[in-house]
């Protein structure tokens, strides 16, 4: 019988024969560096582009592989049908992730080409060609966007409160089905509404200008901060609206004090995913807010240029030479992709200032 001695390290059955931790990392690091550099070599031997998605694929099969086999010989054909459970749920992870790696990688890639100085200072009055730039267009798209979230941001919150702090009845439940309803418009009928309503209302058939973009988009927007703002209403404590109702506060204060603060995380971050879900429409605008080269910083007056417009317009009719009006639109695809990000970024910042401070 064996004994142990004073001061000798007891050996844990239970720990021995088993990986590093970091060892699926490595293998996973080291998987995706060989399918890059051979994805590389081909591409270059091919004189083709070179294929991002396609080497993080193979790279991550290779991995499940590589971890199975050698798991296996470590940890034993238990431990290594775990390990094969576990990379096949992260490779799905993977593949889900990999439209959107090619999305960033090939607009980075082909937005580079005019992400300069003059891009972000010119507009496009007289100039075919090369050269030019969307300033024009980026003005026009923050301030419709600007008046859209004016327009859906108070009608939205106050109608997610309505539903859920006093609406009860059929007409709840009729607010609640037109929401729903208008959730699944199409953008193009947004803009036709706002067309037709402003052409009855003005006179003018042909119509254009920026303000009917915004009464489009918040069209699209407000279905969007209804529900998301009706959840986060929703979920705050029943608890916290009695204590306040205890202390004799009123109902219309303790919404204003006590549930929207509670829920302003959720609020903001569900008006930041209805920004980002019209900041890139394209044929509402294009019917109601119309093309054009100049700047223009009037909202009700004369037609006004978006970005979306403007990608659509450079890539879809382009002069010759053709290569300046693609290199454009890649780029003014990337500037809508940063603005959006730029967004989801004032919303954390925004959640963070403004959301309840725990005790300390």
Request: aromatic share 8%; hydrophobic share 55%; net charge positive.
């Amino acid at each position: 019988m064996a004994t142990v001695t004073a001061g000798s390290a007891i050996p844990n059955a239970l720990a021995s024969g088993r990986l590093p931790k970091w060892a699926p990392w490595a293998l996973l690091g080291a998987s995706w560096v060989a399918a890059i550099i051979v994805f590389a070599l081909l591409t270059a031997g091919a004189h083709s582009d070179f294929n991002i998605v396609g080497a993080i694929l193979v790279g991550t099969i290779a991995f499940d592989v590589l971890l199975v086999v050698l798991s296996r010989l470590v940890e034993g054909a238990r431990q290594a049908t775990n390990r094969l459970v576990t990379s096949l749920v992260s490779t799905a992870f993977i593949v889900a992730l990999l439209p959107l790696v090619s999305l960033l990688y090939t607009v980075i890639a082909k937005g580079l080409a005019r992400f300069d100085i003059e891009f972000f200072t010119y507009s496009m009055r007289n100039v075919v060609g090369a050269g030019g730039g969307a300033l024009h267009a980026i003005v026009g798209t923050l301030l419709i966007t600007l008046g859209a979230t004016i327009i859906s941001v108070p009608v939205g919150l106050l109608t997610s409160i309505y539903l859920v702090e006093y609406g009860r009845g059929s007409l709840a439940r009729a607010i609640t089905f037109f929401v729903d309803v208008m959730t699944g418009i199409p953008s193009i009928v947004a803009g036709l509404f706002a067309v037709a309503f402003f052409s009855l209302i003005l006179g003018d058939p042909g119509i254009r200008f920026g303000f009917g973009g915004s009464v489009a988009l918040s069209l699209l927007m407000i279905p969007t901060v209804v529900r998301s703002s009706e959840e986060m209403l929703r979920i705050v404590p029943n608890e916290l609206r009695e204590a306040a109702y205890a202390l004799g506060v009123p109902k219309w204060l303790t919404i204003l004090k006590v549930v929207l603060p509670t829920s302003v995380a959720g609020i903001a971050t569900g008006v930041t995913l209805a920004i980002s879900r019209v900041i890139g429409e394209t044929a509402p605008l294009l019917l109601i807010c119309g093309y054009a080269t100049s700047m223009n910083t009037n909202l009700f007056a004369n037609r006004m240029m978006t970005l979306p417009v403007f990608v659509y317009s450079q890539y879809a009719q382009p002069g010759t030479p053709q290569q300046p009006y693609f290199d454009r639109a890649w780029t003014a695809a990337l500037t809508l992709i940063l603005i959006v990000m730029a967004l989801n970024l004032i919303a954390r910042l925004i959640a963070r200032i403004f959301s309840p401070k725990l005790g300390r």
